[in-house]
């Protein structure tokens, strides 16, 4: 049976961004442009150095051969010494000669001048151009040399006698000189190549500032601010797009208009049949009581039980519909003192504390002795940004979570403190605890650790949507030595500026 590897997902390219890529089109072109012009100056200035070594070359050759008169016995070179000494002064761009007569025997002058090209014929009186290379030592010399053939009377038996001068030059020079004209030529190109790169970057960056502007228009929103974009910040080609995403904001508004109606009419419509039932269920238990009927009033306080569990299923649900972000858009944030918050919220559940012989203690909010005795810590800002109303709903949850699973008689303790740039709070109990896979799952939504224990399982879930709408983070680990604590971080509050 064959395996079949994991499947191999290739990473997606990075995208350029629009600034980028506009600047890239019109720069490439450029430097593309600019070496073409590099190539071209350089071929052209080669190009006329060598026309100018060519007419030297000839009016050298031309020179030197009226500089030789044949005779009958051979031939007169009237070609002073001091005339040799110039032409070879210059070691970095001598001029050499050579002449043959017949042509290709050597007379005078320098015999390593490369030979010349075997053509089907010469024309006489003519120079002809050629490119080369000579030997000096271990150097090899590139050239360019005129070979001028000359046909003149006064030969031996009177015919006429053939004579080939050769001048040449190093090729060094052309190079320089074409090197000179690309520098004078490329460099100033080379400087107007930049300026215009920096006007085009410019260009680009202005032409774009209005996407700019509309993308910082959106970036700094508010999740919860669906006021459609302003048209007259988007440039004509992404209008249409800024239109399309007007009309979705719209779409998602009226969504969740839609959906804000349905839990203001859920509220409405199931709370109170639900909160009569309650009623109802009491007064029925009142009744049968009197009546001393053993059956019938179990079986009413299974229903009274189950219209209680129903009406906190539906406040939860509710609840937990209010802190998504759809939700609590409609709310509105306020500045909170937490530690006056946890100290409110303790106190309205005192009494079930009592009930429940449970020992609830505030650590860290003023006016509040902690559980065991010793005086609170000095007062710290424990001001955060939100929703009182969600947040008092996360704060009670938290306690009615640890009075459920801690059990009768155990202790319940609420620190409020000020860590750096955040406000922490933690809800603590040294019940039996929980394992850690139940630390892991418990808050998903409908999850209770014990199966036997009341509620709907919804209560963490709840916590954990609030904290996260408010930015902050929950945590739950063991409480040392026994039991669990469940910690809150909200941002802190920032200083108003003076």
Sequence with gaps: MSEVGPAVMSRPSPVLSLQRQLFLWLILPQIVLWAAAGIFTFKLAL???????????????RALSRRIQPMESGLL???????Q??????????????????????????QHLPTIPATQSHQWGVPEFHDGEMREGDRVIPVRQAALYVRMGGGLNGGDQAMLVQVARSRASSGALARGILLDTVLPLSLLAALLTLVVHLGIRAGLASLTTLRKEVDGRDPEDLAPIRLDTAPLE???LAEAVNALLRKVRRSIQTQRRFIDDAAHQLRTPLAGLRSQTELALQAVRSAQDAEVVDRLQKVHQSALHSAHLVSQLLMLARSGPDGASALPVERIELAALCRSVALELVPRALAARMDLGVEGAEGVEPADGHPPPPSQDTTIDGRPMLIREALTNLLDNAFQYAGDGASVTVRVQRVAHRVRVQVEDNGSGMSPEDRERAFERFYRARPDAKGSGLGLAIVREIVLLHGGTVTLAAAQPQGTVVTLEFPATRPLSR
């Design 85 to 110: 000494d110039i032409l070879e002064s210059d070691p970095n761009d001598r001029l050499m000669y050579m002449v043959s007569s017949p042509p290709g025997n050597f007379v005078l002058g320098n």
């Design 47 to 61: 190009s006329y150095a060598n026309r100018e070594i060519d007419a030297s070359l000839s009016t050298a050759s």
């Design 77 to 83: 070179i009237d070609f002073p010494r001091a005339a």
């Design 238 to 240: 992404v209008r249409g």
